[in-house]
């Protein structure tokens, strides 16, 4: 273990070629290149406000780099009187050699109560990752430890120097053997100018991945959303080598950041085994729809209905949440609801569900309370995922 602060000038290089662990516990400043070979594992637990290169392996040993502290540039905001959030931001290119790994577990660190107020201070990370990202091996992310998790985001780069407002952002390479978030560790995909693409994408344990409007992800091998990890937002997922696959508790949500309506567009098919996708409903009939190009697989799979604040329903009225080549319903009645007797009921609506060859519509409301309709959200922050309780009854 090392406590002591390194500086990385440009143009020079720190290499750590140790087959055991090492940590780092000071900060690594500077625009100089890190580079970790040998073998083993190198811990990077300070505040480090490193922005150069990372290379991790060299295709020959299994390395791992794990930062438990911060990664760039560095700032600390206020969300409320008990949370502060710390923002890293890494402009570096970062390159993973086949069989290494880069990990994030970043925990939420308690602090002292404020004398202010006598609540202990939680402050988590947001860390975002600006450069290229490289080669065969994995990103993996998971939940440090606290009370929730910290957030990786592969954002775009910054404007170049000199640029213009209306200038185009520069595009870089994010193409690498695996993205695996774990343990509710937190990934938010937020280029748009820059695509991901990725050999293979696992959420897993309450994983959560969230596609920004205009963000893109391709998998190239197997996707799995499973055990109560989600996949969430507004993007696109082109999955090339195999369906993508939420099952076993895993959830894929429709939804914006704010918890508002839009499109979640996927490439490739998708199969859902024992797993829900939930979406939202507006006025005049607008909906959150997954557009999916090939073959819809539900079975076993829950409906989870958000009302917007504007909801109003109508005679007539049909939510359209879903469209794909073709749907394949594997377990009718415990699956998606395809009986016309069977019914979903969230607020003070009742919906039935319509499962056609390449649509799932809602249609026919009914007002069960009197009452104005309650109103929910979910919201899509780093810190907490809405709920909503639903229910499925049988009309007699």
């Known amino acids: 273990r090392y406590d002591g602060a390194i500086d ?5 290089t720190l290499r750590f070629a140790g087959n055991t662990t090492q940590t780092l516990a000071g900060a690594i400043n500077g625009h100089g290149s890190l580079i970790k070979t040998g073998g083993g594992e190198l811990v990077l637990a300070g505040a480090n406000t490193f922005a150069g290169p990372l290379t991790i392996g060299d295709d020959t040993s299994a390395n791992t ?9 560095q700032g600390t905001t206020w969300s409320n009187y008990w949370l502060k959030t710390r923002y890293a931001d890494h402009a570096g290119d970062i390159t993973i050699g086949a069989g290494s790994s880069l990990v994030f577990e970043q925990p939420v660190t308690l602090e002292p109560p404020a004398v202010w107020t006598g609540v ?5 990370t947001v860390q975002v990752l600006r450069g290229a990202i490289t080669g065969g091996g994995e990103l993996v992310v998971a939940n440090g430890g606290g009370p929730f998790a910290s957030t990786l985001v592969i954002a775009d780069p910054l404007p170049a120097e000199g640029a213009s407002a209306g200038d185009p952002l520069p595009a870089v390479t994010r193409d690498f053997g695996a993205l695996r978030v774990l343990d509710n560790g937190y990934v938010g995909i937020a280029a748009v100018n820059s695509t991901v693409k990725v050999g293979e994408l696992s959420a897993t344990a309450g994983g959560h991945i969230q596609l920004a409007d205009g963000a893109q992800i391709t998998v190239t091998g197997v996707a799995t959303i499973t055990r109560g990890a989600w996949l969430e937002g507004t993007g696109r997922v082109i999955n090339i080598g195999a369906p993508l696959q939420v099952k076993d508790g895993g959830v894929v949500a429709v939804r914006t950041q704010s918890g508002g309506i839009g499109t979640l567009h996927v490439e490739g098919n998708v199969s859902f085994e024992r797993a829900a996708l939930a979406v939202v409903l507006g006025a005049n009939q607008a909906a959150s729809l ?4 090939g073959v819809l697989s539900l079975n076993n799979t829950t409906l ?6 504007d909801f ?14 073709s749907v394949a319903v594997a377990s009718a009645g415990n699956g998606i609801l395809t009986d016309d ?6 607020g003070n609506y009742s919906f039935r569900v319509r499962v056609g060859g390449t649509y799932i519509e809602l249609f026919e409301p009914l007002q069960i309370q009197i009452p104005e309709p309650a109103t929910y959200a979910f919201y899509g922050a780093a810190l907490a995922l809405g709920a909503v309780t639903f229910r499925r009854r049988r009309r007699r």
């Open 8 to 12: 990385t000038a440009s143009g020079t």
């Open 65 to 73: 780099v794990r930062v438990t502290g911060t990664l760039g540039s």
């Open 304 to 309: 989870a209905l958000t009302l917007a604040n």
């Open 341 to 346: 007797d069977d019914r979903i009921t969230v």
């Open 120 to 124: 202990p201070v939680s402050t988590m």
């Open 290 to 293: 997954m557009k999916v190009t």
């Open 312 to 325: 109003r329903a109508a005679p007539g009225d049909v939510w359209r949440i879903a469209e794909m080549g």
